[in-house]
């Protein structure tokens, strides 16, 4: 399995965009990258997924580079119900039963 | 939402003492999972289930077992608790994604406060 390293916390303040880089220089060739959100006493929720270039939902956009070593999840004009724990994670598709969420990244969003 | 129940939502029990925690979807998806979160590791896979009585392990299974004998129910179990297992689990769902032409994306449930004193 592909290891990620993401950033542990991010502080950003209302309406401004947050932007998570998190690293995966040894994906493998059929791997897609995968990010969930997780509120304080909820269970985490997907969010967005991608294989290349970029996509985008009503929730974030996922930029991934040409060498897909790392990704960058933003999130466009925050609020403060967007604080919240971002688990990045890497793997295939279809077999992402084995995945491990980490640590995650805890962005905080000021007033 | 994603119909999954898990029960009890808060326990505290004693050191050596058995506790099970039951998971209930109503989804009728193939694949379960529970996991334990705690501060600093994110979440941690224990065991996961890929149909009826077809479970496999994770990454801290140590100490846990689970059974699988319908569809829609899936039980973790400490056969002796111990505070190092005082943690947050969550149980999560999941669908089979034939030829990768779909996320088998994982829906979770409302997790278990289980504390071991």
């Known amino acids: 399995l592909a290891k990620t390293t993401q950033p542990i916390s991010m502080d950003s303040y209302e309406g401004q965009e947050v932007n998570i880089t998190c690293s995966h220089n040894n994906i493998a060739t059929n791997d897609y990258i995968t990010w969930y959100q997780q509120f304080p006493s909820q269970g985490p929720r997907f969010i967005i997924q991608g294989y290349k270039t970029k996509v985008t939902n009503e929730v974030a956009s996922l930029f991934i580079p040409a060498d897909r070593k790392s990704s960058t999840l933003s999130l466009p004009r925050v609020s403060l119900s967007d604080t919240a724990v971002y688990y990045c994670?890497?793997?295939?598709?279809?077999?992402?039963?084995?995945?491990?969420f980490g640590a995650g990244t805890t962005v905080t969003v000021r007033a | 939402d994603a119909g999954i129940t898990q029960s009890p939502r808060h326990k505290v029990t004693e050191t050596g003492t058995p506790v099970t925690l039951r998971c209930h979807q109503t989804e009728n998806h193939r694949y379960m999972y529970w996991y334990r979160q705690d501060p600093g590791h994110g979440l941690r896979l224990i065991h996961y289930?890929?149909?009826?009585?077809?479970?496999d392990k994770g990454e801290v299974s140590d100490g846990y077992s689970v059974s699988r004998s319908k569809t829609e129910d899936f039980l973790l179990t400490l056969e002796s608790a111990t505070s190092s297992q005082t943690s947050v689990y969550f149980c999560?769902?999941?669908?089979?994604?034939?030829?990768?032409?779909?996320?088998?994306?994982?829906?979770f449930g409302p997790g278990t406060r289980l504390t071991v004193l």
């Open positions: 994670l890497v793997g295939l598709r279809s077999n992402d039963y084995k995945l491990s």
């Open positions: 999560a769902i999941s669908e089979w994604a034939s030829g990768g032409s779909s996320y088998n994306e994982q829906f």
């Open positions: 289930s890929y149909g009826v009585k077809d479970t």
